[in-house]
């Protein structure tokens, strides 16, 4: 059987290799064939997902909600203790020291990632900045949001937690973070299509079994995709709690 599997474009570049060695541990462990499917941004992951059923994706917060809710995916697994925090970083120069420094009309840079959007306009609330009142500065990428920042084409820049701490360290030294969340309970997961029937068991323990005692030498494929911790098992009902809370922020 061969099944394709799509991961979300918004992980650091440094991991792009170990979604590669993933793919192949599970198909050796799974007996399936896997074939995987990297989009460059959201527009291309909307294309991929629109054109064809795809197996197993690895899904943003807010892409997995619509996925389980429209269109039936299942949840497989998450990384353990792995949240999707979002940062809020100016230039080190800027004036802002605080959310509340922000001022009406400021420019904000942002990719095409809506848990990001969703959870940073919760932060800038104590600075009174609704969406309209903000001058927003699309980037392709988290390292064009930060160039944004330092070139002075934006006031501040809405990054993932891992993203922005995943820049050099040269980088981070000209940014300065203003306030990071802590929500804990929202972050990627991994879907897979009610198609895949007898093969969900398989891959899910091919999953959970990842650096475990039998299984040390994967915490090198673990390392290489930035979840040292493994992953974890998702229930319906966790992936429920995380698709109200999103509910939440779109209120």
Known sequence: MSCTFLVAPDFAPEYFGGWYLLSTVLQRRAGIGLRLLMPADAAEQRQLLDDSVVDLVYASPFDASALIRERGYLPLARPRGHADEVVIATAAEAPARCVEDLPYGCRIAL??????????LRLLEPADLEPERIAWRPASSYAAVARLLLEGEADAGLFLATAYHGLSRLTRARLRPLVESALCDIGHVLL??????????????????????????????????????????????????MIDLIDTLLD
Do not use: K, S, Y
């Open 111 to 120: 990719t095409a990632n809506q848990d990001v959007r969703l959870i940073g």
């Open 192 to 241: 897979a299509h009610p198609r895949l029937g007898q093969q969900l068991p398989v891959l899910r323990d091919a999953l959970l079994t990842l650096g475990d005692a039998a299984h040390r030498d994967d915490q090198a494929v673990l390392d290489a995709l930035g979840l040292e911790r493994g992953f974890e098992a998702m229930a319906a009902e966790d992936a429920e709690f």
